[in-house]
């Protein structure tokens, strides 16, 4: 594993420590008047989630872990977890659903991805910034209930629930965000 200066440090940045493979989130370095300099960082655990507070010294050493990013096609759901296949090889492979997280939400067959692997394990999935599902079941808007920003809940052809309008029905296509997971507005049919 190639080591990484702790002056090198950069937003994003992949790290394998001892606890962990670890994103840095944010990071500072700090040369105080008396003493020597150290970098204090802010890590994010890329398995669990969990966030991490660290100060190193100033030109300490850390193992950087290499994330390779892959385009993958979703194929279908299977009993051990989601199939992808490599776009480039044709090579299937099976994700266990932990690795994916709030993803699988957003995920139809046939939806294109990039898997973030690390030693042949998915670590994370780079979702586009919104996505574009159908809506499978919800109550219907009620006449003259016309509350402005008046929301109700909406089951989406993966599974996944969001609050909608009251003006949204079934079948309608609908864009929702990935990173919050909130309704955008009403896709084209």
């Known amino acids: 594993m190639p080591a990484v200066s702790t002056n090198d440090l950069k937003n994003g940045m992949s790290l394998d420590l001892p606890e962990g493979l670890f994103s840095v ?55 051990d977890g989601p199939v992808f296949m490599d776009t480039t090889d044709y090579e299937q492979i099976t994700a266990p659903r932990a690795a994916l997280g709030a993803a699988a939400g957003y995920l139809k067959e046939g939806d294109s991805v990039v898997l973030q692997m690390y030693g042949g394990e998915i670590v994370g999935v780079d979702l586009p910034a919104a996505v574009e599902l159908e809506v499978t079941q919800t109550e219907p808007g009620l006449q003259g209930d016309r509350v402005s920003g008046a929301r109700k809940p909406a089951t989406l052809e993966t599974g996944l629930q969001v609050q909608v309008p009251l003006f949204v029905d079934i079948g309608d296509r609908i864009k929702v965000d990935t990173r919050s997971g909130e309704y955008l507005t009403r896709a084209g049919s």
């Open 25 to 79: 989130v944010e990071f500072q370095h700090v040369k105080p008047g008396k003493g020597g300099a150290f970098v204090r960082t802010k890590l994010k655990n890329v398995r669990t989630g969990a966030v991490l507070e660290r100060t190193y010294r100033a030109d300490e050493k850390l193992d950087q872990a290499l994330i390779d990013k892959r385009e993958m096609q979703y194929l279908y759901p299977d009993g």
